[in-house]
């Protein structure tokens, strides 16, 4: 049984760490683990001059970062297409416009040329995608870029924190990094956001922005997602597993990742608050197996560049041997008969991903919620459009004998 989607990082030491929270409320909302966080994550970036806010959600880490910046209605904010949206709607609900841009197929990132076709006089903000944790091609070029034209730039760092990427410029003041520990990116504490930054007054502004912590009810929500995601993983092969997932959502036992408020299409309130010890307890585990787990993962990688490279029918194989040594969350690949590939491996009970296949996932987005100026630039997005059709996602933080069960079913699925 192999999952690319259900609990990525969790382990038996997390559904401890989590049972072990359950019985200690009194630490579930304050407590010094939060500090801790930060000053690993700190630690990860090698500078003494960052500092780092923390949310409940990276969706609200952006909401607060735009709110606290000198920006004004109508501002654009540009996006690129192929992303979520937990990006796009704090950013509709400040009032402010995404543009956005296409993406180049070599790093499902912002594509440069396009970006500057796009840029304009109330252009105010960059938000620069590393998606599935691929440092995209042009990074450097983009905080250039920003740096010349005064714009803020925000990393997104969402899908994958490595210590590289919180590189800066000195003195950049305008560069933000946008990180999740949502449960499906490479560090889970089931929800979790944070801003790191050398621009110690908007930080400041951020740590004592006057949100309320999640309710008890909420957080030890939170807190049963591990041993049940552990427990539905380990005994999924004998059907009591996926009994116990259906079980769980029924009674309403797990917190799901978006609010119904959210599916409309809006930026919703109920997750946009202060993120609590509980969660930063769950942190600490996945931040002391960072180092192990990113090897495992390049492993992983490295395993899939050197034995997909060179099968015909995968569209992007030119590409692979540019995520060579990156512990991506997610290994991209693009095939033609993606949806028949999925089912074919999943009744050999494999359980791939596809990251993205909607121009803004999940598919339910309502894409009439943004203003039409936003509407006007995703339909130039040609490339990103394309991708959403052949997209699909391995798992990383797996073992190899598994990386190559999947190499085994997805060559005879595709027949090459
Ligand atoms: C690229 C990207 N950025 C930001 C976020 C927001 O993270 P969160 O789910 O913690 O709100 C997501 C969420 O999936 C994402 O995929």
Same mark, same amino acid.
């Given at each position: !049984? ?39 994550i700190l630690a990860l970036a090698g500078k003494n001059s960052y500092k780092m806010a923390?949310?409940?959600? /990276? ?87 920003? !740096? ?13 924190? !490595?210590? *590289?990427?919180?590189? *800066? ?8 990094? #946008? ?13 979790? /956001? ?16 006057? #949100? ?28 009591? /597993? ?24 809006? &930026? ?23 180092e192990k787990n990113n090897y495992q993962r390049a492993q992983v990688v490295n395993f ?15 590409? #692979? ?9 997610? &290994?991209? #690949? ?14 050999k009970k494999i359980f791939l991903d596809t990251w993205y296949d909607s121009i803004i ?23 990103? &459009? ?31």
């Amino acid at each position: !049984m192999i999952f690319a989607r259900l609990g990525p990082n969790e382990t038996t030491d997390d559904l401890l760490i989590s049972l072990k929270t359950t019985i200690e409320p009194w630490s579930w909302k304050k407590g010094k683990e939060i500090s801790q966080v930060k000053k690993t994550i700190l630690a990860l970036a090698g500078k003494n001059s960052y500092k780092m806010a923390l949310f409940l959600t /990276g969706r609200s880490a952006l909401f607060n970062l735009l709110k606290s910046l000198d920006l004004k209605r109508n501002d654009r904010v540009i996006v690129q297409a192929f992303t979520c949206q937990s990006v796009i709607e704090p950013i509709v609900a400040l009032g402010m416009k995404p543009i956005f841009v296409d993406i180049s197929e070599k790093d499902f990132s912002l594509d440069i040329e396009n970006l500057k076709e796009k840029l304009a006089d109330n252009t105010r903000v960059i938000i620069l995608q590393h998606t599935f944790g691929i440092k995209p091609e042009n990074r450097d070029k983009v905080v250039e870029l920003a !740096m010349k034209n005064q714009l803020i730039l925000i990393e997104d760092l969402a899908h994958g924190l !490595m210590s *590289t990427s919180l590189a *800066t410029k000195e003195k950049f003041l305008n560069h933000f990094f #946008l990180l999740s520990f949502g449960r499906s990116k490479s560090l889970s504490s089931v929800f979790g /956001g944070g801003v790191v930054s050398q621009n110690r007054k908007i930080i400041k502004l951020l740590d004592h922005g006057g #949100l309320e912590y999640p309710s008890y009810s909420f957080i030890m929500k939170c807190l049963l997602y591990k041993p049940i995601v552990v427990t539905v993983k380990t005994t999924y092969r004998i059907f009591i /597993g996926k009994l116990i997932h259906k079980l769980a959502q029924g009674l309403g036992l797990l917190a799901a990742e978006l609010t119904p408020e959210e599916k409309e299409g809006n &930026f919703d309130q109920l997750l946009n608050k202060k993120y609590p010890n509980a969660l930063a307890k769950l942190l600490l585990n996945q931040l002391k197996k960072l180092e192990k787990n990113n090897y495992q993962r390049a492993q992983v990688v490295n395993f899939y560049v050197n034995n997909l490279s060179s099968l015909r029918k995968i569209i992007n194989t030119r590409t #692979l041997h540019r995520y060579q040594n990156q512990p991506l969350v997610r &290994f991209p #690949l693009l095939l033609d008969q993606r949806d028949r590939v999925i089912s074919h491996l999943e009744q050999k009970k494999i359980f791939l991903d596809t990251w993205y296949d909607s121009i803004i996932a999940p598919k339910t987005f309502p894409l009439k919620t943004l203003p039409g100026e936003s509407r006007r630039s995703l339909n130039t997005c040609t490339v990103a &459009f394309r991708l959403t059709k052949k997209i699909i996602n391995l798992p990383t933080l797996i073992e190899i004998d598994q990386a190559k069960i999947i190499l085994n079913e997805l060559k005879k699925a595709i027949g090459d």
